[in-house]
């Protein structure tokens, strides 16, 4: 069955450090992978959308990686502020799916100043 | 002006009761959703329509009914609520249905609690 695993629940670490959050994926084939932030008692928020035939991209402090063979996404955030800490959900879709994308279960992640 | 609004934000009901949650976005998408996130935080796709068609229907007990008057509300009722419905339903929204990745944009929940 598909199953999406992220690294871990949570995720703790010191200001200005860079935050690594792994997404990992088995029997699935996504054409794009999404990743989402959630703050304590709000929907999630949609950061970075990256393609199957993308390697890298970026935005402002947020960086995320898509390899297909290793049916891995790395999503980094460099210079961590305090106000990063939330939880960062990814996502994956299939071209052909309606709109359908399937979540993992999400990373919490804490800054500490 | 908030994009994607849910109501109530809270409801708290006894088990065999029926309720409704309503969704309304002011984005102009096309497309909409229910998600239910379980206590373990998992975000599962319950229904998506596209212009008032339903184009999602997972496996989701029928005592659910999704209804959708125009495509800017999609409403979500449930019949004879039992104590596993107990979760946090978000309603998302994208722009449109043809398989292409664009964020979904949701609203902030709402918590359903059966006593």
């Known amino acids: 069955s598909q199953k999406i695993e992220q690294n871990s629940e949570a995720l703790n670490i010191q200001e200005g450090k860079t935050a690594t959050l792994t997404c990992n994926y088995t029997?699935?084939?996504?054409?794009?992978l999404q990743w989402y932030r959630q703050d304590p008692g709000r929907g999630p928020v949609f950061l970075l959308l990256i393609r199957e035939n993308e390697k890298e991209k970026r935005k402002e402090r947020l960086k995320v990686t898509f390899d297909t063979t290793l049916k891995q996404s790395l999503f980094h955030i460099t210079a961590s502020q305090p106000a990063d800490s939330a939880t960062y959900l990814c996502?994956?879709?299939?071209?052909?799916?309606?709109?359908?994308?399937?979540f993992g279960s999400g990373t919490r992640l804490s800054i500490r100043p | 002006d908030t994009a994607v609004s849910q109501t109530p934000k809270y409801l708290v009901t006894q088990m065999g009761n029926d309720k409704s949650i309503k969704c309304e976005q002011n984005l102009g998408h096309d497309t909409m959703y229910w998600y239910k996130q379980d206590s373990k935080k998992f975000l599962k796709i319950m229904f998506s329509?596209?212009?008032?068609?339903?184009?999602i229907n997972e496996t989701v007990p029928n005592r659910f009914s999704p209804k959708s008057p125009d495509k800017a509300h999609l409403n979500l009722h449930i019949n004879s609520l039992e104590l596993g419905d107990s979760a946090v339903y978000f309603c998302a929204s994208s722009p449109r249905k043809d398989g292409g990745p664009e964020p979904q944009h949701f609203g902030d929940g709402t918590r359903l609690s059966i006593l």
């Open positions: 329509y596209n212009n008032k068609e339903l184009i």
């Open positions: 996502a994956l879709g299939r071209r052909s799916s309606a709109s359908k994308i399937i």
């Open positions: 029997n699935y084939s996504p054409a794009y």
